[in-house]
T-cell receptor, first 114, second 112 residues
Framework: EAQVTQNPRYLITVTGKKLTVTCSQNMNHEYMSWYRQDPGLGLRQIYYSMNVEVTDKGDVPEGYKVSRKEKRNFPLILESPSPNQTSLYFC?????????????FGPGTRLTVL | GDSVTQMEGPVTLSEEAFLTINCTYTATGYPSLFWYVQYPGEGLQLLLKATKADDKGSNKGFEATYRKETTSFHLEKGSVQVSDSAVYFCALSPHTGNQFYFGTGTSLTVIP
């Protein structure tokens, strides 16, 4: 089954404790992206990647890191999480650079930073 | 910069009512426009899209027309069902560039 998977689905952590949210797709997609969803703000793009070893900042990259060492994986790293990073996070992928392509979303990771 | 503005929610309708969710955009050039739907507890799914002016996207009874003169991409459905209850997001992708911009989402509840 073609899908985007994220782990964990739920995470509660404390300020300053490094964490990684994994994202994997099995569709051989080139483009991958991370978003955060906050009430009243919709989805905002954090980082995106057009291909292996090619990443770029979205609208809200501060406090986040990403890497794209393999085509299928695009982990989101929070080196020192803070409470303002409490949010619902979505990973997405599309076959090509996303101008007209459909993005496929993972199920989301709900992160709480205490 | 590029952005999307969509109507505030929540919207509550009776089954079989007509639905319109307004979406306007700001972008240079000719962006591609999308409507995504998010059912409770799930990720977003593409509902429909349009890639050039005057294109009409349609899917599952929903329609939206890309109007460059009014910079709009309003979502419509003639007769909503309870199963259409979800959050709807308007989005754009600039003609040049690799980012996506989403609206704030409009929550729709359809009551029997």
């Amino acid at each position: 089954e073609a899908q985007v998977t994220q782990n964990p689905r739920y995470l509660i952590t404390v300020t300053g404790k490094k964490l990684t949210v994994t994202c994997s797709q099995n569709m051989n997609h080139e483009y991958m992206s991370w978003y955060r969803q906050d009430p009243g703000l919709g989805l905002r793009q954090i980082y995106y990647s057009m291909n292996v070893e090619v990443t770029d900042k979205g609208d809200v990259p501060e406090g986040y890191k990403v890497s794209r060492k393999e085509k299928r994986n695009f982990p989101l790293i929070l080196e020192s999480p803070s409470p303002n990073q409490t949010s619902l996070y979505f990973c997405a992928s599309s076959l090509m650079v996303g101008v007209t392509d459909t993005q496929y979303f993972g199920p989301g990771t709900r992160l709480t930073v205490l | 910069g590029d952005s999307v503005t969509q109507m505030e929610g929540p919207v509550t309708l009776s089954e079989e009512a007509f639905l319109t969710i307004n979406c306007t955009y700001t972008a240079t050039g000719y962006p591609s426009l999308f409507w995504y739907v998010q059912y409770p507890g799930e990720g977003l799914q593409l509902l429909l899209k349009a890639t050039k002016a005057d294109d009409k996207g349609s899917n599952k009874g929903f329609e939206a027309t890309y109007r460059k003169e009014t910079t709009s991409f309003h979502l419509e459905k003639g007769s909503v069902q309870v199963s259409d209850s979800a959050v709807y997001f308007c989005a754009l992708s600039p003609h040049t560039g690799n980012q996506f911009y989403f609206g704030t989402g409009t929550s729709l509840t359809v009551i029997p």
